[in-house]
């Protein structure tokens, strides 16, 4: 979560934050996620889904993207037959992409009990959607 590992207190999205309309939007799929996995998560909201880093980025992490259901990175890679360094290098670009908005303002927010941080970066959301638009096309 951000750019150190370090737990961060982050400022509360506001509800009238376009963001927190998104969050809702995907609200369901954000819930099933978390009774799926238990580690930290941080959306970067998006128009009609979400892109979730999974873990610690930019070090460690997954990703999911969300819209009515849950679609894992790797379970999607795996079913379109990517090999290991094709994984890789969209690990790399999701990684450059993550570094190259660390300081994107960054909010907090509870969804089913539990903090999630949320990243509303217009430029964060293009450079993921270009990214994972070679598998989810």
């Avoid at 969300?66 to 090999?83: C, N, Q």
């Avoid at 190259?100 to 539990?114: E, I, L, M, S, Y």
Wanted: hydrophobic share 40%; with cysteine.
């Amino acid at each position: 979560m951000g750019f150190f590992s370090k737990k961060i207190d982050y400022p509360e999205l506001a509800p009238d934050n376009p963001a927190a309309k998104q969050i809702h939007a995907i609200e369901g799929a954000l819930k099933e996620l978390m009774g799926q996995i238990s580690d930290p998560m941080e959306v970067v909201p998006a128009e009609g889904c979400a892109f979730v880093f999974i873990g610690k980025p930019p070090k460690r992490f997954g990703m999911a993207i969300l819209d009515d259901k849950v679609h894992s990175f790797a379970a999607t890679a795996r079913e379109k037959g990517l090999a290991p360094t094709e994984v890789q290098q969209i690990n790399d670009k999701l990684r450059d992409a993550y570094l190259h908005c660390q300081d994107a303002p960054r909010f907090k927010t509870q969804v089913n009990g539990k903090e999630v941080v949320v990243t509303p970066d217009a430029q964060l959301e293009q450079e993921v959607r270009e990214i994972m638009s070679v598998i989810y096309n």
